[in-house]
């Protein structure tokens, strides 16, 4: 005999008992397992996503507002040998005219035939109003190939939207266009830059067709490149080549000559020179010219007035070097219009133009200087920047400045001033006056110049390319695959999301595998004691249990992985379908790793094994003479002891309890619900020690009188104490899990119009799709938008949001965002209401008016921002406290440092920063795309179907700030579900265990029943008895999890502002104890009525 | 000597019991090679204590137990295991067969922990003609529940010898077998104690077999007489 004999002798003969475990071990490992399967499932769909997006695109180059030469994609490619494209991107509107339908904020991409290189596969060539779109517009829209469709398409330009003194033009484009093809995934069809795994609607159209009908010829502001044949480029070598091949034009630079003056003019495309720009070109070496020249509204003289002129600002070296700050040299025109002579002071009307073309109008005094010539060589026409809608007007009646120009105020005379002089300045101020004045976020020069000390044009282009860095101008290429599958693989890791969701089945699973093993190792007690006393050590029985369970143990962890790949196929369709809240995508599919399923395998076996090492350790520490008796031989020592351990578990916990709940409703703190939850767990194992304290003191109470059933059941329950407590724990541990969970879903319930909800107390939330240029609350701006005579508009606040494009980082992007969208805010609009409320605020905060910390200022480019609190944890996975990193418009790192987390709020997803902040760094971002709006609540529908109205050809989604949130909370609501439903699947195991249980005592307890029988107890009584027995520990189980999960949400219970779904919870606890009295009923009937009768009468 | 008492005694606190209960009283018991003794007295008069405590299975509340001279209180598990495996032949009240195990196997079981190679080598050999001299060895391939309660006591007697111990340790071994069954198996030990020279103590209420030793003890309240 040896001991490997042994062991599968063994084995084989208590095989049934070993089934048991086996189911134990099963469950954990197919929950493990299916759990991590998750987790490399959504990572690799992530992955695939991200491969469908970009093909075979490595690298790309988004240029923001400004636009650089499609050419530059070409020298690149040329360059590095790899292939390039250009794109010209912008956002448009896609209607389909004969259904109606729409959607807003579709991609646009002007592409030609290389754009499709970077795919796997060639799509038609597009020509004229040819346009491919994305299966998933053809499906919203319901369009098919040869269809015709209208697009309204975002009206770009080289020059800011909002720059001082850019003509007025339409927001969009429109033009029909007809479907030549669609694409699907691989063929790019799901192109996009932004790491996110929704499917984005794309319009893929001829880039000359588009840059032609937005007058961008030959412009793009996305370039994108592949890998070269080596697979080794990298972003450096990229931004090297950009910067050998770049030229002026990517700059928006022009250079003329002025031969006249013997100098070379830079000017920009976009009016105003960039700063970093003007600050790398004005070099102290070589002399040079600093111009700025301002249209002003008007200059006077007492009653004399001259209406819309031009006033040039001038270095020094243009001007007298005693210039000081408040003279002004007027010309002879002037003079006499105004009828002024040297030292009289003039006055100068002028428009400072702020964020949403608010203008403000200033006035400036000057004392007249010196009187010149009305042309010459300094003052003559090529001083006027080129002001499209002024420069080119034939006369002063024709311009189109962008500000209000009052007709009636040109006179005659200006006229002709016009027709002789054009733009040419009629006063002259020194250059730092001007900057002083008119020196704005888009630059602070309109022209340089530099003498031309016979140097040639092309030489002097190359001096001045030389000077420049893209890198300055934010341009630059970005590894965009590599940040993709970073963002993929980086994001929320669903396998240990789904651990954590799936750990009361893992538990329940264990319980179950150590409840079966601990009843079959009671029944083989004896056989414990006989080992020891033949000589066995206790190494030795454990070596032996060990050795015939890792059997089990081993068959159960792969029975499991194969259970856990079910499980998991049916996780991954209810992420696809019914739980696609959460991801967002039906593009999850099941990808197995042989390596996860090993660990699946060896988490189950180890657990398992665990748990039967337990359990032998704990039967071994009986005394042997116990074990050979099949009794309890504890001496009254140990059990002393034990009492006494749980005495102080029972105790401390208790007074845990107190405290915890105490100091939360004595104490405001932000931790309130997390002590609670505290307090709740700590709660429910007091209980379960005051039962097991109460099962001790039933074991040893003698009655002397005749026990009733209730007495007589408890007894018998406190006879096989550990099973009971174990059943007990089970059952509380469900009941409190999905109670918690049910309770804390999100809901309204009325709420949502208080300010310090997650909705602001706002209306609606507005996103366009066309930005906003102007501000809706000012007379002149409703008036743009023809919202001035609507009544119900009357009392609509419009808090605009300024938005520089990045990642969502809300909870409906399973990528991990590196760069959020940042929104402008205005602080002050959000104090003043009181508006949204805080998790968590920085050490050293105001608490009462935390808004208005973003205008404090901080050391250069360090901005205090704000998100939501689950955007900070689970989005960017940083704290408060911590600091993003982003590059300004002048290619300088600005760090936004985290100092407070929202409650969840519609927020959701951004960064938000003071506005001023904002236009300080992001200067060329023009209009509003985001809106808040405040309003009277009676009048909410109007509200929307007037702004739904008037700014449709915006594209505009007005939603209601509770829809919003709702959207955010249904994820939670979701992830809420799926724990729960994970949680009662732990109940139905831990009912199933105490069905197990309980089918294990009727054995046990043969005799037992005969006896009562013998006795009289009918069929019916002992049924009864069983039952009560049974039903005891249900709902000692359940009534312990319901008062440890009230315990847990009482923060909750009194806040205002929560409502707890009431019906929902009282349904799962009806649930569980419904699952709990099916387990009881059916066993101990069946029992009864059955087997148990025919084998006592065998006896 | 193998196995030696020195003034132990050992009382219990039970589950629930208020005041302590002296189960054994400052008793002194000296076991040599061949010695053949039972111990009668009324039930809880601490016989099977007595025999646990002989068996090492327990240990006394005071006093001294030596085993071939040596104080068992110094050691350990282990070593306690290994001078039962070696030499202690265990019998109890019921057989404790193992129902996973055949006859021949359940024979066998103590000799897996057994560290002699010798012993293990030839431990079937053994086997077979112990079971031949009890009259099984045609059923070792039976089952514990094919067999009767003699028969399974008669095996659990071959598998207290099967490590060839210095003592056998007897608890109540007629007590769950019929008056023939009882008798037949009474004769045994006794055949096996004088031929194999195997010290015997057995704890009975049999007046019977109790007289088939060479010397009675009395066990009452604790206190060990002769009688």
Not at chain 1, 2 to 27: C, D, E
Not at chain 1, 576 to 583: K, M, P, R
């Amino acid at each position: 005999m040896t001991i490997r004999n042994f062991i599968i002798k063994s084995f084989w003969h208590f095989r049934k008992q070993h089934l048991a475990v086996l189911a134990g071990t099963l469950i954990s490992t197919a929950v493990l397992t299916g759990a991590l399967i998750v987790g490399d499932s959504v990572k690799f769909s992530l992955r695939q996503i991200v491969d469908a997006q970009l093909g075979n695109i490595k690298f790309a180059m988004q240029t923001g507002d400004r636009f650089v030469r499609s050419e530059l994609a070409n020298d690149i490619s040329k360059d590095l040998n790899i292939a390039t494209s250009p794109i010209l991107q912008l956002q448009g509107i896609t209607i389909n005219t004969e259904s109606k339908s729409r959607i807003n904020k579709t991609q646009i991409y002007g592409i030609d035939q290389s754009f499709w290189k970077l795919s796997n596969k060639i799509m038609p060539e597009l020509s004229g109003d040819e346009v491919i779109i994305s299966d998933n517009v053809a499906q919203k829209l319901n369009l098919k190939i040869n269809d015709e469709i209208l697009l309204r398409v975002e009206n770009a330009n080289i020059i800011p939207l909002n720059a001082p003194f850019t003509k007025e033009s339409d927001p969009s484009v429109s033009f029909r266009v007809i479907i030549k093809a669609i694409a699907h995934d691989e063929n790019l069809g799901r192109f996009g830059l932004k790491n996110i795994q929704s499917a984005p609607y794309n319009i893929f159209i001829s880039h000359d067709y588009l840059s032609k009908k937005l007058d961008l010829h030959g412009l793009a502001n996305i370039i994108i490149t592949s890998d070269n044949k080596e697979q080794n480029l990298n972003v450096d070598d990229l931004n090297y080549s950009l910067s050998k091949v770049w030229q002026l034009e990517d700059a928006n630079i022009v250079i003329q000559e002025l031969d006249d003056i013997g100098k070379f003019e830079i000017l920009s495309s976009r009016i105003f020179i960039d700063q970093p720009i003007s600050k790398s070109l004005k070099n102290p070496e070589i002399p040079n010219e600093t111009i700025l020249t301002y249209l002003v509204n008007s200059i006077r003289f007492n009653e004399k007035e001259t209406p819309y002129s031009f006033v040039t600002a001038a270095s020094t070296l243009f001007f007298p070097n005693d210039m000081r700050k408040n003279e002004i040299i007027i010309n002879e025109w002037l003079a006499s219009d105004l009828n002024v002579s040297v030292n009289d002071t003039i006055e100068i009307d002028y428009f400072i133009i702020g964020p949403l073309r608010t203008l403000e109008e200033k006035t400036k005094e000057f004392v007249i200087k010196d009187i010149i010539p009305t042309q010459g060589n300094i003052a003559n026409k090529s001083l006027m920047p080129l002001f499209h809608g002024l420069s080119d007007a034939g006369s002063c009646s024709d311009w189109e400045t962008g500000i209000p120009i009052d007709l009636e105020r040109i006179r005659d005379k200006d006229e002709k001033y016009w027709d002789d002089y054009k733009g040419t300045p009629k006063a002259f101020i020194s250059i730092q006056t001007g900057l002083n004045l008119w020196q704005n976020r888009y630059g602070s020069y309109t022209a340089i110049r530099v003498d031309q000390n016979n140097t040639d044009l092309d030489d002097f282009k190359k001096e001045i390319l030389n000077k420049l860095n893209p890198n300055n101008l934010n341009l630059s290429f970005t590894p965009v695959q590599k940040d993709g599958i970073r963002a993929a693989s980086g994001g929320v890791d669903f396998g240990e999301l789904f651990l954590s969701m799936s750990f009361f089945v893992i538990v329940a699973g264990i319980l179950l595998t150590v409840l079966i093993y601990s009843l079959n190792t009671e029944s083989r007690t004896v056989e414990t004691g006989v080992l020891s006393g033949l000589g066995f050590s206790k190494k030795q029985i454990i070596q032996i249990r060990f050795s015939e369970n890792i059997i089990t143990a081993i068959f159960g962890g792969f029975a499991g992985v194969f259970i856990g790949i079910l499980y998991n196929y049916g996780i991954m369709l209810a992420l696809n379908t019914v739980w696609q809240n959460i991801v967002r995508t039906n593009m999850l599919n099941v990808y197995i790793r042989s390596s996860t399923l090993f660990i699946g395998a060896l988490g189950g076996i180890v657990i398992a094994l665990f748990a039967i090492y337990f359990v032998t350790i704990k039967k071994l520490k009986q005394p042997i003479i116990g074990l050979i008796r099949d009794s309890s031989l504890y001496t009254q020592k140990v059990i002393k002891i034990r009492n006494n351990i749980n005495k102080l578990v029972a105790l401390t916990s208790i007074l845990i309890v107190i405290v915890l709940v105490s100091y939360s409703l004595v104490a405001s703190v932000d931790q309130n619900a997390g002590l609670m939850l505290s307090a709740g767990g700590i709660f429910l194992i007091s209980c379960i020690s005051v039962i097991n304290l109460i099962f001790n003191k039933t074991r040893q109470n003698l009655h002397h009188s005749q026990p009733d059933f209730t007495q007589f059941a408890f007894k018998n329950a406190a006879k096989n104490k550990g099973r009971s407590i174990a059943i007990i724990a089970l059952l509380a541990l469900g009941t409190f899990t999905i109670i918690i969970t049910g309770a804390n879903r999100k809901t309204f319930y009325g709420s949502e119009n208080i300010r310090q909800s997650g909705t602001g107390g706002f209306l609606f939330w507005s996103e366009t799709t066309l930005p906003i240029l102007y501000n809706l609350n000012s007379e002149d701006g409703k008036s743009k938008f023809s919202l001035d005579n609507e009544v119900d508009l009357e009392n609509v606040d419009f808090i605009q949001l300024h938005e520089l494009n990045g990642d969502d980082a809300s909870c409906l992007n399973l990528n991990q965002v590196q760069k959020p969208k940042i929104l402008g805010v205005v602080p002050e609009e959000l104090n003043k209401r009181n508006a949204f409320s805080f998790v968590k605020l920085m050490k050293g905060i105001d608490e009462n008016k935390p808004w208005l910390e973003l205008n404090k200022s901080h050391e250069k480019n360090v901005i205090p921002a704000f998100a939501d609190q689950t955007v900070i944890t689970w989005g960017l996975m940083k704290e408060v406290g911590d600091t993003l990193i982003y590059l300004n418009e002048n290619g300088e790192n600005i760090y936004l440092v985290l100092i407070g987390g929202l409650n969840a709020s519609i927020f959701q997803g951004n960064i938000l920063i003071a506005d001023n902040e904002f236009m300080k760094h992001f200067p060329t971002v023009s209009g509003s795309k985001t809106m808040l709006i405040d309003g009277p609540l009676e009048n909410k529908d109007k509200i929307a179907e007037l702004l739904n109205t008037y700014l449709q050809d915006y594209g505009i989604d007005i939603t209601p700030a509770s829809e919003r949130l709702s959207q955010f909370y249904s994820v939670t609501n979701t992830y809420l579900t799926v724990f729960m439903f994970l949680g009662g699947l732990g109940v139905i195991i831990g009912t199933f265990g105490l069905g197990i249980v309980l089918m294990r005592n009727i054995l046990e307890r043969r005799s037992e029943i005969a006896l009562l029988m013998a006795v009289g107890f009918s069929k019916k009584k002992i049924f009864k008895l069983i039952f009560i027995e049974n039903i005891y520990l249900l709902l000692l189980g359940t009534g312990i999890g319901i008062c440890a999960a009230i315990i847990g949400i009482l923060p909750s219970l009194i806040s205002p502002s929560f409502s707890i779904p009431v019906s929902f919870v009282l349904l799962l606890v009806l649930l569980v104890l419904f699952s709990g009295v099916l387990w009881i009923y059916f066993p101990v009937r069946n029992a009864i009525k059955s087997g148990l009768i025919s084998s006592l009468r065998n006896e | 000597m193998i196995i030696e008492l020195d003034s132990i005694s050992k009382y219990y606190e039970n589950e629930g019991a208020i005041t302590r209960r002296n189960v054994l009283n400052e008793i002194s018991l000296a076991i040599n090679p061949g010695d053949a003794l039972s111990i009668v007295g009324p039930s809880g008069s601490g016989k099977s204590t007595l025999l646990n405590i002989l068996g090492t299975l327990d240990l006394p509340t005071s006093g001294i137990v030596k085993i071939k001279g040596k104080s068992i209180h110094d050691f350990n598990e282990k070593q306690l295991a290994k001078i039962r495996n070696d030499n202690i032949g265990f019998i109890f009240q019921l057989h404790h067969l193992l129902p996973q195990l055949n006859l021949i196997e359940n024979i066998l079981v103590p000799t897996i922990p057994q560290k002699d190679k010798s012993l293990k080598k030839s431990a079937l050999e053994r086997a077979m003609n112990l079971l031949d001299s009890v009259g099984l060895v045609d059923k070792i391939h039976q089952r514990p529940g094919q067999l009767s309660g003699g028969e399974c006591q008669r095996a659990a007697v071959v598998r207290a010898l099967i490590n060839e111990p210095d003592l056998i340790l007897a608890d109540e071994p007629t007590g769950s077998l019929d008056q023939d069954s009882a008798e037949k198996l009474g004769e045994l030990l006794s055949v096996i104690n004088k031929k194999q020279n195997v010290a015997m103590v057995m704890v009975t209420h049999s007046h019977d077999l109790a007289k088939k030793m060479d010397k009675i003890y009395k066990l009452d309240h604790g206190n060990l007489t002769d009688y």
